[in-house]
């Protein structure tokens, strides 16, 4: 029994960080409060942009009833979030029933004794899996190159490569499958991959690619500003990505990222 006296102090250590995480008071202003910020600063332009004339009544009507029932939702929304506070006291008492409970489900339902997997299920399971890939390559030879049948297989082979940690052969199967019909999103993949791998320079050419057909592709120009960064040219990076930044909607889900990014630039 003294063995579980040992586990059950790891689990509670293990749960501090999570305890100290919880009980962090709250920035002052959160997502909500800020969208309530943003929908009271469009309010205004919209009476600016009447008196200047550059909107008409009926439009001005109509976008500030629009802007009034999302500052309407995001207050409310607000007042919930701030509603729902913590208590302290009730969450430092649940940390330690939380270890409490787990060590003791643990003992009624766990197996500490279960070996893992023996190394010939692992490599019989390995074995399975290449002669499947081995046999999409045999059935992708016989095929039109340029058909659309070949290029979802390519695809789909560079999609398997890269779940098993080759690099080289994911991006050799997706450059077939681009060979076939060029794709940006695709490209993106690709470049992804080599800028991952320390190649910036091939990702760069990937990126090209897919920018002169989808020149507004806010993931390939978020990459173009990667490269830039990966290769010592900050500068370069900034400008692109502040140039995003500045053409991203205001709920644009990787504005967050953005920004931090060009913060951790020098």
């Given at each position: 029994?003294?063995?579980?006296?040992?586990?059950?102090?790891?689990?509670?250590?293990?749960?501090?960080?999570?305890?100290?995480?919880?009980?962090?008071?709250?920035?002052?202003?959160?997502?909500?409060?800020?969208?309530?910020?943003?929908?009271?600063?469009?309010?205004?332009?919209?009476?600016?942009?009447?008196?200047?004339?550059?909107?008409?009544?009926?439009?001005?009507?109509?976008?500030?009833?629009?802007?009034?029932?999302?500052?309407?939702?995001?207050?409310?929304?607000?007042?919930?979030?701030?509603?729902?506070?913590?208590?302290?006291?009730?969450?430092?008492?649940l940390v330690p029933l939380i270890a409490a409970g787990a060590a003791g489900l643990y003992l009624l339902r766990g197996t500490p004794g279960m070996p893992s997997a023996p190394?010939?299920?692992?490599?019989?399971?390995?074995?399975?899996?290449?002669?499947?890939?081995?046999?999409?390559?045999?059935?992708?030879?016989?095929?039109?190159?340029?058909?659309?049948?070949?290029?979802?297989?390519?695809?789909?082979?560079?999609?398997?490569?890269?779940?098993?940690?080759?690099?080289?052969?994911?991006?050799?199967?997706?450059?077939?499958?681009?060979?076939?019909?060029?794709?940006?999103?695709?490209?993106?993949?690709?470049?992804?991959?080599?800028?991952?791998?320390?190649?910036?320079?091939?990702?760069?050419?990937?990126?090209?690619?897919?920018?002169?057909?989808?020149?507004?592709?806010?993931?390939?120009?978020?990459?173009?500003?990667?490269?830039?960064?990966?290769?010592?040219?900050?500068?370069?990076?900034?400008?692109?990505?502040?140039?995003?930044?500045?053409?991203?909607?205001?709920?644009?889900?990787?504005?967050?990222?953005?920004?931090?990014?060009?913060?951790?630039?020098?």
């Amino acid at each position: 029994m003294t063995v579980w006296i040992p586990l059950i102090l790891l689990a509670l250590a293990a749960l501090l960080p999570l305890g100290a995480a919880v009980l962090r008071p709250r920035a002052a202003r959160g997502r909500r409060e800020a969208d309530v910020a943003l929908y009271r600063a469009q309010l205004a332009e919209l009476d600016r942009e009447r008196e200047a004339g550059r909107l008409d009544e009926a439009g001005h009507r109509a976008a500030r009833v629009e802007v009034q029932r999302r500052l309407i939702a995001a207050a409310d929304a607000a007042e919930e979030e701030a509603s729902a506070a913590r208590s302290p006291a009730l969450l430092v008492a649940l940390v330690p029933l939380i270890a409490a409970g787990a060590a003791g489900l643990y003992l009624l339902r766990g197996t500490p004794g279960m070996p893992s997997a023996p190394y010939d299920m692992r490599a019989e399971a390995l074995a399975r899996d290449e002669q499947i890939l081995a046999t999409l390559r045999e059935r992708l030879a016989g095929l039109d190159p340029r058909s659309e049948q070949a290029r979802q297989g390519w695809v789909l082979l560079g999609n398997a490569e890269r779940s098993r940690g080759r690099a080289d052969a994911a991006i050799a199967a997706w450059t077939r499958a681009i060979e076939a019909r060029f794709d940006a999103g695709l490209a993106g993949d690709i470049a992804e991959m080599e800028i991952a791998r320390g190649a910036p320079e091939r990702a760069a050419g990937w990126i090209t690619r897919g920018l002169a057909e989808d020149p507004g592709d806010p993931r390939l120009r978020f990459l173009a500003g990667l490269v830039e960064a990966e290769s010592g040219r900050p500068a370069n990076a900034r400008a692109l990505w502040q140039a995003l930044l500045n053409e991203s909607p205001p709920d644009a889900p990787w504005r967050g990222l953005l920004e931090r990014r060009l913060t951790g630039l020098p």
